[in-house]
């Protein structure tokens, strides 16, 4: 009995720590992203669907290009600073590591920068802004990872945080201020939002000189060695994961059967719609920021499974509350932009990915609980062939839905491939290192999130109610969802 009993309070401290860690972590991540999310929508008030098409094809590329700049190290840094013999050298051989990795991407990107220009269809000062825009960002990696690594959630979080408002601060400038004063640049709108975020993240850069001083030296080419043969497979599962979160906008103005300026406006109006199931992510990624250092403390204990398996639970009801958040209050939400911006109408034609597309996030995240399990048993290869699997279903999805039904098509791609990696990863998993979730509860608390959800779109809204009886009957539904999560979960 006080064997369990000490289990059980262990395991409540371990959730306690993971919910303070999440909420400070979140308060960067979420802010962060929740600003440059904004920022996406106050834009459109100062640039064409096109323009805002350029935009979302560029930040795709760079989901790409940071996981093969940091090809794993910040996972492998976590990994090997807890090991005794490593710990030493772990950070200074990470950030060795990548800046190797971003000298030979500066080389690589001036010689065939006119090539790349030609390849994307857009200038090559666009390509140049760019190129800079991504090693000041990879480059403070190491850093960031190591405040983790320390415990130091509210610093890590100052820092992001000025990194997003030193990023709108001069987009304001740019976009707003400057011209009040009839002062202008021989620079294209989008080059604005590329010079902006060089100057973020140099200065951002500048901010975390304080942790370059647990630099050694000297490289330790055997941990380095060590460290590849771990992350490497990390850099697979990362490349691929960001084939099936980005790929879409990437390749979409290839696949679809319009001309050039209507697909990149097509474009837009998928990657505004597209912005609405990053709250989601921000929560993702907070909850990742804290939960990676966690579950690897806890690797080795005895509670580790059933930690992971209430974790895995909580997470999914926390999501859940995010989605219904979004899809019942979305007519409200829909009014307040058409009053910023009455061409904002324009881009809500394609409102109807927003729930898909969360939904896809959110099996994203399970994924991301079930996959802890391959890496603090070091089987990261498992996790490559899963990943891979996903961004081959990707890939052939959109290849064959995106000319036929537009933008929806890379939507299902996306949840397609989630939930296939989710139910691979859960079959490997319960395999391998079983794990005993509670997975009834779990699709429980997904299906009737999904139902209130249908039960407003083809029920409540084609009435025709007002707005404020819409939004009344929306705070209802998701008022019945936490109460009867609350119902029953509160004995524990």
């Given at each position: 009995?006080?064997?369990?009993?000490?289990?059980?309070?262990?395991?409540?401290?371990?959730?306690?720590?993971?919910?303070?860690?999440t909420?400070?972590?979140?308060?960067?991540?979420?802010?962060?992203?929740?600003?440059?999310?904004?920022f996406?929508?106050?834009?459109?008030?100062?640039?064409?669907?096109?323009?805002f098409?350029?935009?979302?094809?560029?930040y795709?590329?760079?989901?790409?290009i940071?996981?093969?700049?940091?090809?794993?190290?910040?996972?492998?840094?976590?990994?090997?600073?807890?090991?005794?013999?490593?710990?030493?050298?772990?950070?200074?051989?990470?950030?060795?590591?990548?800046?190797?990795?971003?000298?030979?991407?500066?080389?690589?990107?001036?010689?065939?920068?006119?090539?790349?220009?030609?390849?994307?269809?857009?200038?090559?000062?666009?390509?140049?802004?760019?190129?800079?825009?991504?090693?000041?960002?990879t480059?403070?990696?190491?850093?960031?990872?190591?405040?983790?690594?320390?415990?130091?959630?509210?610093?890590?979080?100052?820092?992001?945080?000025v990194?997003?408002?030193?990023?709108?601060?001069?987009n304001?400038?740019?976009?707003?201020?400057?011209?009040?004063?009839?002062?202008?640049f021989?620079?294209?709108?989008v080059?604005?939002?590329?010079?902006?975020?060089?100057?973020?993240?140099?200065?951002?850069?500048?901010?975390?000189?304080?942790?370059?001083?647990?630099?050694?030296?000297?490289?330790?080419?055997k941990?380095?060695?060590?460290?590849?043969?771990?992350?490497?497979?990390?850099?697979?599962?990362?490349?691929?994961?960001?084939?099936?979160?980005?790929?879409?906008r990437?390749?979409?103005?290839?696949?679809?059967?319009?001309?050039?300026?209507?697909?990149?406006?097509?474009?837009?109006?998928?990657?505004?719609?597209?912005k609405?199931?990053?709250?989601?992510?921000?929560?993702?990624?907070?909850?990742?920021?804290?939960?990676?250092?966690?579950?690897?403390?806890?690797?080795?204990?005895?509670?580790?499974?059933?930690?992971?398996?209430?974790?895995?639970?909580?997470?999914?009801?926390?999501?859940?509350?995010?989605?219904?958040?979004?899809?019942?209050?979305?007519?409200i939400?829909?009014?307040?932009?058409?009053?910023?911006?009455?061409?904002?109408?324009?881009?809500?034609?394609?409102?109807?990915?927003?729930?898909i597309?969360?939904?896809?996030?959110?099996?994203?995240?399970?994924?991301?609980?079930?996959?802890?399990?391959?890496?603090?048993?070091?089987?990261?290869?498992?996790?490559?062939?899963?990943?891979?699997?996903?961004?081959?279903?990707?890939?052939v999805?959109?290849?064959?839905?995106?000319?036929?039904?537009?933008?929806?098509?890379?939507?299902?791609?996306?949840?397609?491939?989630?939930?296939?990696?989710?139910?691979?990863?859960?079959?490997?998993?319960?395999?391998y290192?079983?794990?005993?979730?509670?997975?009834?509860?779990?699709?429980?608390?997904?299906?009737?999130?999904?139902?209130?959800?249908l039960?407003?779109?083809?029920?409540?809204?084609?009435?025709?109610?007002?707005?404020?009886?819409?939004?009344?009957?929306?705070?209802?539904?998701?008022?019945?969802?936490i109460?009867?999560?609350?119902?029953?979960?509160?004995?524990?």
């Open positions: 009995y006080c064997r369990n009993f000490t289990t059980s309070n262990n395991i409540l401290s371990t959730l306690k720590r993971l919910a303070t860690d909420a400070a972590y979140g308060v960067s991540s979420i802010l962060a992203r929740l600003i440059n999310f904004l996406g929508f106050l834009v459109i008030k100062y640039i064409t669907q096109a323009e098409g350029t935009f979302t094809n560029f795709a590329y760079a989901g790409f940071q996981i093969v700049l940091t090809h794993g190290m910040e996972t492998a840094f976590f990994r090997f600073a807890n090991k005794e013999d490593s710990k030493a050298h772990a950070f200074s051989t990470a950030f060795y590591s990548i800046l190797i990795a971003a000298l030979v991407f500066i080389i690589l990107i001036h010689i065939f920068q006119q090539s790349i220009a030609d390849y994307v269809k857009e200038p090559a000062l666009y390509v140049k802004f760019f190129l800079w825009m991504m090693v000041f960002d480059l403070a990696a190491i850093p960031f990872a190591a405040l983790r690594k320390q415990g130091r959630p509210i610093l890590f979080a100052a820092l992001k945080v990194n997003i408002l030193l990023f709108i601060v001069f304001i400038l740019f976009f707003i201020v400057l011209p009040k004063f009839n002062y202008y021989d620079f294209t709108k080059s604005y939002i590329f010079i902006s975020n060089i100057f973020a993240s140099l200065i951002t850069l500048l901010l975390l000189v304080k942790q370059l001083r647990l630099l050694h030296f000297s490289f330790d080419w941990l380095h060695k060590r460290m590849l043969s771990y992350s490497l497979p990390i850099m697979l599962v990362g490349f691929a994961g960001m084939i099936n979160e980005v790929l879409d990437i390749i979409m103005t290839r696949l679809l059967p319009f001309d050039d300026l209507t697909n990149k406006e097509q474009l837009g109006i998928y990657g505004f719609n597209y609405f199931s990053m709250l989601v992510t921000m929560f993702l990624q907070a909850y990742r920021y804290a939960a990676e250092p966690l579950f690897f403390r806890h690797a080795e204990k005895s509670d580790s499974k059933k930690i992971l398996a209430e974790t895995m639970k909580y997470y999914t009801i926390c999501v859940c509350i995010l989605f219904l958040a979004i899809v019942l209050f979305l007519p939400i829909q009014y307040g932009f058409i009053l910023y911006s009455p061409k904002s109408a324009s881009y809500f034609a394609g409102a109807d990915i927003i729930p597309l969360l939904m896809a996030n959110i099996c994203l995240g399970i994924y991301f609980n079930i996959s802890t399990w391959y890496k603090i048993t070091d089987k990261t290869y498992i996790g490559a062939i899963i990943s891979i699997i996903g961004a081959t279903i990707t890939i999805m959109n290849i064959i839905l995106v000319p036929k039904i537009g933008y929806f098509g890379g939507a299902w791609a996306t949840l397609t491939c989630y939930v296939s990696m989710v139910i691979i990863g859960y079959a490997t998993e319960q395999k290192y079983p794990i005993p979730y509670d997975y009834k509860r779990i699709l429980f608390y997904l299906g009737f999130a999904v139902v209130l959800f039960i407003l779109k083809y029920t409540v809204l084609p009435i025709n109610f007002n707005l404020f009886i819409n939004t009344t009957i929306a705070f209802v539904f998701i008022t019945v969802y109460g009867s999560a609350y119902l029953l979960e509160k004995k524990k």
